[in-house]
């Protein structure tokens, strides 16, 4: 009884974030005072160096004029790829396997259009019913380009329990007409991180292409992707990776596949040394730069220069670690305080869940919306979740402790009942 009452005590939260090595990078990143933020996992908090990161720009822009682009510190037209290399630990990449470039839809849509070649019977993609609706709309439209009816050719795995995916499920639906598979390595839901060296061993088994969805997985798990064989993937990096709001994506390109073609080719897509020939014949780059299509936002992109070298600093098998002992301690004060308010954890509780919690309760919308009046910041998701991301750079264990001690008395209190239960317009 005695070490329940001390793991439910402040005094234990406290000694936790003592002990937490990842602790002083807290210091690197603007938290507004008395506020708790735990939407990381839609937004990321700014830190120092993203800020001072896009004051160098701007002062390249103001010192340099066009001249910005192959001069200063951080010349614009290499900065897409200096960026891959430097996030491709965060993939097990290599280098030139990563592109910082475009948004996921817009990445999504190129790695598609370049690699989705119906042949014979394989006219299909997998997905899944629980999906982001992004990737649903881009898949759709790559499959009506290409004259095929979505209703038909794109395959939707169904959830069993509306939260999670069962992986035999998705190797059952790698049939003899599937010519791809996009999946999200963890579900944006329920958190649930998918085995995708499994799925990618099982897709190459079968002849089929298989792509990831990770922007709920970049900078919260540690990946390897080359090793692990995946064709390609793509994701945002204003969630876990803290690239500012509209900051831009990034792809994945397996480099056994370097010298296909784009689908979607422009003036990016070139070889740099050629780029400036002003051919009409397309040299395209000799790596994952050749799916790249405009010209990079290097306003958007800067925010990354200094967001990364927090990530290559605090090493990203440290930040799961965290991670998973930040959720941890979250799901056993929602056990120990939350047990008669209704709540239901609806994410994986063991180690097959990523960076953030998912809970479901009637009243989700109008609950969220005390929290805010409390100054703690969660994720509404429509019809009833709560989303609940403790980032292991920024968050601590007294603030998970604060967060459930206060949702505690606004159940107990009922406080939020003075409010709608229905989101805002943007949730």
């Not at 009884?1 to 005590?9: G, L, P, R, T, V």
């Not at 210091?27 to 507004?32: A, C, G, L, M, T």
């Not at 505690?408 to 009922?414: G, H, L, S």
Request: hydrophobic share 35%; proline share 5%; net charge negative.
């Amino acid at each position: 009884m005695s070490a329940q009452i001390e793991q439910n005590s402040l005094e234990f939260a406290q000694k936790l974030d003592q002990q937490d090595p990842l602790s002083h990078f807290r210091e690197e990143f603007y938290i507004s005072a008395d506020t708790i933020y735990l939407d990381g996992n839609s937004l990321g908090l700014l830190s120092k160096r993203s800020e001072q990161a896009v004051h160098d720009l701007l002062n390249s822009w103001k010192t340099y004029g066009i001249d910005g682009w192959t001069e200063g510190e951080h010349p614009w037209f290499y900065l897409p790829e200096k960026l891959g290399g430097q996030m491709a630990p965060l993939l097990g990449a290599e280098p030139e396997e990563v592109i910082v470039t475009g948004s996921t839809t817009a990445n999504l849509h190129q790695l598609i259009a370049t690699f989705y070649k119906p042949k014979g019977a394989r006219t299909k993609i997998v997905t899944d019913d629980i999906t982001f609706p992004t990737d649903i709309y881009a898949l759709q439209s790559q499959l009506n380009l290409k004259g095929y009816n979505p209703d038909d050719h794109l395959i939707k795995v169904k959830s069993r329990d509306g939260h999670t995916l069962n992986e035999e499920d998705i190797i059952k639906a790698m049939t003899d007409e599937i010519a791809i598979v996009i999946l999200s390595g963890v579900q944006y839901r329920s958190g649930q991180v998918l085995d995708m060296e499994r799925l990618t061993r099982e897709a190459h088994k079968r002849g089929i292409l298989i792509g990831f969805d990770l922007c709920h997985s970049v900078g919260s798990i540690p990946h390897h992707l080359s090793q692990w064989d995946v064709d390609f993937a793509f994701w945002c990096t204003y969630k876990h990776l803290n690239g500012g709001p509209g900051a831009v994506g990034a792809l994945y390109v397996n480099k056994r596949h370097f010298g296909s073609a784009p689908g979607l080719a422009g003036w990016f897509s070139s070889d740099k040394s050629k780029q400036f020939d002003m051919e009409h014949e397309l040299t395209a780059a000799p790596h994952a730069g050749a799916y790249q299509m405009g010209t990079p936002h290097i306003l958007s992109i800067a925010p990354l220069l200094g967001s990364l070298s927090i990530f290559n600093e605090a090493g990203i098998e440290p930040i799961r670690r965290k991670s998973l002992k930040l959720t941890e301690y979250m799901m056993d004060l929602i056990g120990r305080e939350l047990s008669e308010y209704g709540f239901t954890i609806r994410n994986p509780i063991d180690e097959t869940r990523g960076g953030h919690l998912f809970m479901e309760h009637p009243e989700a919308a109008r609950i969220c919306r005390a929290l805010k009046e409390e100054k703690i910041i969660p994720d509404f998701r429509s019809p009833n979740g709560i989303r609940l991301a403790p980032v292991a750079l920024y968050n601590t264990y007294e603030e998970v402790w604060r967060t459930i001690q206060k949702l505690k008395t606004i159940m107990k209190d009922e406080t939020y009942k003075k409010f709608e239960n229905k989101r805002g317009v943007v949730a």
